[in-house]
């Protein structure tokens, strides 16, 4: 199985504060092999230039790779931009990569607590 995670999850685990998560979400990190979309280093790199966060995306990669095991995506772009195109709920060119990677994958489970992901990735969990 597997699940992938958006930015926000993905910062708060390497910090180790995943307050609120569901038990199926818990589940969920504890069992599957857990991914990130290559868009999620792109949005964690502007996050921390406009010092939203204090960790560099690369930072943050090494972290969570080398501690938690959570894995760099490796699907063909081409494979993703095209699942992309029919996310027409958003504007938001992270939110719609991050779900048509998921989406790419299997439908693969997305780790997230953005409601407006959920409200329209029925795979998306918190």
């Known amino acids: 199985m597997i699940a992938y995670l958006d930015t926000n999850t993905l910062i708060w685990l390497a910090q180790g ?3 609120g998560i569901s038990p ?3 589940r969920l990190l504890k069992q599957a092999d857990l991914l ?4 999620v280093l792109i949005e964690l790199e502007y996050l921390y230039e406009i010092k939203r966060i204090k960790r560099t995306a690369r930072d943050i990669q090494i972290k969570v790779e080398h ?3 959570v894995r760099l995506c490796d699907l063909p772009f081409s494979t993703v ?3 992309a195109l029919d996310e027409k709920w958003t504007r938001d060119p992270f939110d719609r990569l991050i779900v048509a990677n998921a989406k790419a994958n299997g439908f693969a489970w997305l780790i997230s607590a953005d409601e407006e992901i959920a409200r329209n990735y029925q795979r998306t969990v918190w």
């Open 81 to 83: 931009a095209s699942a």
């Open 17 to 19: 504060s995943l307050d």
């Open 24 to 26: 199926k979400a818990d």
């Open 36 to 39: 990130f979309s290559p868009m």
């Open 67 to 69: 501690d938690l095991g």
